[in-house]
């Protein structure tokens, strides 16, 4: 079995207590690459029409009259899973900031995605970050880290960096990783509830350590 796998974040790397509490990532998998790609094209044309000129779809700044129709979309099918791995920054030892905390979060997410033994290959689709620093560690980190568990496990596997724009499944991982990220930083479960039928693992992975740095 080949599946897909598109990652993305929700997450701001700033280590403080005024900072956001957390930083997640979520990857959307399917057998199905082409899930969602007319719907969410078909919607952004209909909102262009309307006026509202959209290239792709970002949860946070998107409107919530707009955030509404792209759940509609999410909620239609059942063809995917959704794995997100949960961070409290305020345990994530200081020796790990800025990126270095992607070794332990995408390790954790890759473990989970082969733990079945039925996964034969992985194409995983990464959106690409803005910052050229942070894209560089991210992937030199997750090829580190696909070739530990991946590789070890006779999966194969490949990994690409593509703009969200370019595939509706990152798209969709934005929208997921922003839901879960509004449950886990304020309670706000509006979107969370939508998608949690979905949701196979949201792990939390410092919540066994008692000591927090700040």
């Not at 399917?30 to 262009?48: G, K, N």
């Not at 000129?53 to 009259?65: G, L, N, R, V």
């Amino acid at each position: 079995m080949t599946l897909f796998v598109f990652l993305d974040e929700s997450a701001e790397y700033t280590y403080h207590a005024k900072s956001t509490k957390y930083l997640v990532y979520t990857g959307v998998v399917t057998a199905i690459p082409t899930l969602f790609t007319l719907e969410l094209a078909t919607l952004r044309y209909q909102l262009h029409a309307q006026g509202e000129s959209i290239e792709c779809f970002h949860a946070a700044p998107d409107k919530q009259t707009v955030r509404d129709e792209v759940f509609k979309i999410i909620t239609s099918s059942t063809d995917f899973t959704i794995h997100s791995m949960i961070v409290r920054k305020n345990r994530v030892n200081p020796s790990l900031y800025k990126y270095g905390i992607y070794s332990i979060a995408y390790r954790t997410l890759l473990k989970y995605l082969v733990g079945s033994g039925r996964v034969q290959k992985v194409r995983i689709i990464v959106d690409t970050p803005p910052d050229k620093d942070q894209e560089g560690v991210i992937k030199n980190t997750l090829r580190a880290e696909a070739d530990e568990v991946m590789s070890t496990q006779g999966v194969q596997y490949s990994i690409d960096h593509h703009k969200s724009s370019s595939h509706a499944l990152l798209q969709v991982a934005d929208y997921c990783a922003w839901a879960i990220q509004k449950k886990w930083q304020s309670g706000d479960m509006r979107s969370y509830d939508l998608i949690k039928g979905r949701i196979t693992n949201e792990y939390d992975i410092f919540a066994n350590s008692d000591y927090d740095y700040y």
